[in-house]
């Protein structure tokens, strides 16, 4: 490992990245200063690659981290690592005290007793699926009309207007045994004129800007107006409001009539909180947090609060252990766990039985699209044909390995493969089995580039798709006339970056007696949407589970296996594959970074500029990927930004959906939008949502290089990046040069204390207790 001369490495307060802009002329909102631009760069040459010098520090003791974003919000980690688990936004650290143990002691012997009384009262067990509302409703309504014959699957369906090979999506699976999980939305289409007139006049009459109108409008539908004269809070559905400044709209529209205890908008915190929760990527939160989230935003009854909106369908409540089926008890069971520790202590004495796990509120879209995800994947792993002979197949795999993730495949139907880059040869490997058996088979990555790569390793361009692709219809075999994908073998790479809500679209997708491989490393960062759909399967154990034994090779594999267990070591880089360049602040970070992109790589290795990326902790702050990008294109394709701030030749990063970033070039502009080459793919860009959905792609944030690897890389952590570092950051940027890595570095020892002490925010989900739940495949059959 090589280093350049190191210098002082004075801190910086890190600026959260990937956070969504906040209007900064709302009623009593809160505004954020960001520093935008980077310093000045000097276009000199960039200093030769020494030969020797000392390895990253080494050193122990923890932070936190910052959150690293993929959604179309400003937040790297925008699911990820803001606090610490189950915590929620906006909580207050001055709640209300407690009240005194002897009133505390009788509210909780008055509540247990209501408790009671209320289970007695019931005179049967509560059907499942009463507890929800609106689309979620629908879907179970439509598929339980199928199930009992009362209307047909092709009812759901709109009929095609002509035969085409590749049918879009049904809009209802007639296999589906629970409603199905929404896929990704298409890009967003132009908001009504006349509603979105109709909501700036409401607006401009509070005091709120009338630029949210056309977000108002797209959440709320073209009623927005009328639905914000009724509930004024409903416009903390609009991304980037606060509940600050959802309170300073009510109270000049409603004026002394609204308070903090109005129904109306505890309803709504609620819903904001888990919303929030979800893009840091939390499924669910414990009920306990979210009413002490209530308690500091102001509402004296938090419990109350979160009945009512459980009761008005704005939530729904779960407890882990207690069976689906009596999701009517759901309320009872957390009220009653919330009567206090000794009590539940003296019942689990009694009974002898272990205590239910915590409350858990979330939202019904993740509820729904968990419950999918956890039937298909079970549907899945009983409905194959296990006794498959893939003998001769297995006896001719390439590694040790990929004979034995062939043989784990033909006995099972869903199976778990994790491993590092090198380990990707073994799916490709699988692939060329199946395909060699007869089978229609297909592997699907997060990237085009990660496409490239799957591709190349089997050896046949058809036999890799993106997954966007495939759910979209856009790639792959289409489907059938039942909406199933027509594969017999589905290999997912990449699987850490499934979000549970396209996983379970994925898995709805896929016919009975289809195999399903999910393939990934364990150590990167995981999805930019909510859930950890990997990380529960693996920790399920639900299905057979295959790890790689195959090491990355090189100086760089050396030194991302050492993080991936916790170990910052030094390695031996002959070729100067990996080099550490010491700086002393931001500014300087920002001019050698760009020294190493556009001269020093290029002179050493023979990789153009294009080649390499930069990877760095935050959007904001003095070594952003805002600055860095500014400083980048003043170097690489200096012009004017006539086209929105972008000129042709500029790198950029496409967001069509939350979540979702695509590489891209910007070829022209005309009056129909931004023209971009997406890595082959010609895309227009409309001019509305040019500003919200393409960024300049020099730098990017760890979140948005996940999936991809480039010839070099350059990893910039300037001072204020300390607090967003974690060992599965550090993993996944130090992980994306394919031949280079370089690290200008100015954390000093707080690099290795993230790879060795901090491993990453958890996220609470419930797709684990639902798989650890079903019978297993020896137990069903």
């Given amino acids: 490992m090589t280093a350049l001369p190191r210098g002082e490495t004075p801190g910086h307060s890190a600026d959260p990245e990937d956070r969504p802009q906040e209007p900064s002329d709302l009623p009593e909102s809160r505004s954020e200063a960001r ?27 923890g932070s936190e981290g910052v ?38 002691l009788a509210a909780q012997r008055e509540l247990r007793k209501r408790i009671e009384q209320r289970k007695t009262e019931k005179a049967g067990p509560i059907a499942a699926g009463t507890g929800l509302s609106g689309t979620a409703a629908q879907l179970l309504a439509a598929v339980r009309a199928v199930e009992s014959g009362e209307k047909t699957a092709s009812a759901f369906y709109e009929a095609p207007a002509a035969p085409a090979t590749r049918t879009a999506a049904p809009v209802a699976d007639q296999r589906a045994h629970l409603p199905r999980a929404v896929q990704a939305a298409p890009a967003p289409q132009e908001a009504p004129e006349e509603a979105v007139e109709a909501v700036r006049a409401v607006l401009a ?50 004026g002394p009539a609204c308070g903090p205890d109005d129904g109306r908008r505890t309803a709504a915190l609620v819903g904001w909180l888990l919303e929030q929760a979800a893009v840091r990527g939390h499924t669910a939160l414990d009920v306990v947090a979210v009413r002490t989230a209530l308690a500091g935003h102001g509402v004296t009854d938090p419990e109350t609060a979160v009945d009512d909106a459980v009761a008005e369908g704005v939530a729904l409540l779960f407890q882990e252990g207690v069976d689906p089926a009596g999701a009517g008890e759901f309320t009872e069971s957390a009220e009653e766990e919330s009567a206090g520790d000794d009590t539940a202590d003296e019942s689990a004495d009694a009974s002898g039985e272990e205590e239910p796990g915590p409350a858990l509120l979330g939202l019904d879209r993740y509820a729904l699209a968990e419950e999918s995800l956890a039937d298909g994947l079970g549907r899945l792993a009983n409905a194959c044909e296990k006794g498959a002979d893939w003998t001769d197949a297995a006896s001719a795999a ?76 856009a790639e792959g ?20 970056q499934l979000d549970v809500e396209t996983a379970a679209a994925l898995v709805e997708s896929l016919a009975d007696g289809t195999r399903l491989v999910l393939s990934g490393d364990p150590g990167v960062l995981g999805s930019a949407g909510a859930g950890r759909v990997f990380a529960d399967v693996l920790a399920a154990r639900a299905c057979p589970q295959v790890v790689s034994r195959t090491p990355d090779p090189g100086p760089i594999g050396e030194l991302v296996s050492g993080i991936g267990i916790g170990e ?84 950029v990063v496409h967001v069509p959906a939350p979540g979702r970033t695509v590489p891209g070039v910007v070829v022209s502009a005309d009056a129909e939008g931004l023209r971009l080459d ?29 999936g991809t690897r480039w010839p070099a890389a350059v990893v910039v952590l300037p001072g204020d990046a300390a607090r967003g570092l974690s060992r599965p950051w550090v993993y996944t940027a130090f992980s994306r040069g394919e031949r280079h890595l370089s690290v200008v570095h100015g954390v000093d020892q707080a690099l290795p204390r993230a790879v060795a002490e901090i491993p990453g925010q958890e996220r609470t989900t419930r797709l684990r207790a639902l798989l650890e739940a079903l019978p297993t495949p020896d137990a069903s059959s």
């Fill in 35 to 61: 520093t935008e631009a980077g310093p000045e760069v000097r276009p000199e040459d960039g200093p030769d690659l020494p030969d020797d010098s000392p390895d990253l520090p080494g050193g122990a003791a």
């Fill in 67 to 104: 959150p690293e974003g993929g959604s179309v919000d400003d937040s790297e980690d925008g699911a990820g690592s803001d606090g610490a688990p189950g915590a929620v936004p906006g909580e207050a650290t001055d709640a209300p005290a407690v009240s005194e143990a002897q009133a505390e």
């Fill in 205 to 254: 009459g509070a005091g709120a800007p009338t630029a949210l109108a056309p977000g108002a409008v797209g959440a709320l539908g073209e009623q927005a107006a009328e639905v914000l004269r009724q509930d004024p809070w409903q416009l903390l559905a609009v991304p980037g409001v606060h509940p600050e400044q959802a309170d300073g709209f009510a109270r000049a529209l409603l």
């Fill in 398 to 473: 390439p590694s040790p390995s990929a004979a034995e993730l062939i043989r784990a495949v033909a006995g099972a139907g869903l199976v778990v493969h994790s491993g590092g880059e090198a380990a990707r040869a073994e799916p490709a490997a699988l692939l060329v089995a199946a395909r060699g058996l007869g089978l229609r088979a297909l592997g699907a990555t997060h990237s085009v580039d990660g496409r490239r790569r799957l591709a190349a390793g089997a050896g046949d361009t058809g036999a890799a798709v993106t997954l966007p692709g495939l759910l979209s219809g």
């Fill in 477 to 496: 075999p289409g489907r059938d006339e039942e909406g199933a994908l027509a594969l017999d073998l589905l290999v997912v790479l990449d699987a850490p």
């Fill in 568 to 651: 910052l070591n030094q390695v031996g880089a002959p070729g100067k594959e990996v080099v550490i360049v010491p700086v002393r602040d931001a500014g300087e970070a920002v001019h050698r970074t760009v020294q190493l992109v556009a001269d020093s790589v290029p002179r050493a290795f023979g990789i153009d500029a294009a080649d390499t990326r930069v990877i760095t902790v935050g959007h904001g702050g003095s070594a952003g990927t805002r600055a860095l990008n500014a400083a980048l294109k003043e170097r690489l394709n200096p012009g004017p930004g006539r086209f929105g701030g972008f000129d042709p030749g500029d790198r």
């Fill in 678 to 706: 997406c890595e082959g793919t010609p895309v227009v860009v409309p001019q509305g949502r040019v500003a919200s959905a393409v960024r300049h792609g020099w730098a990017l944030s760890a979140h948005q290089a996940a």
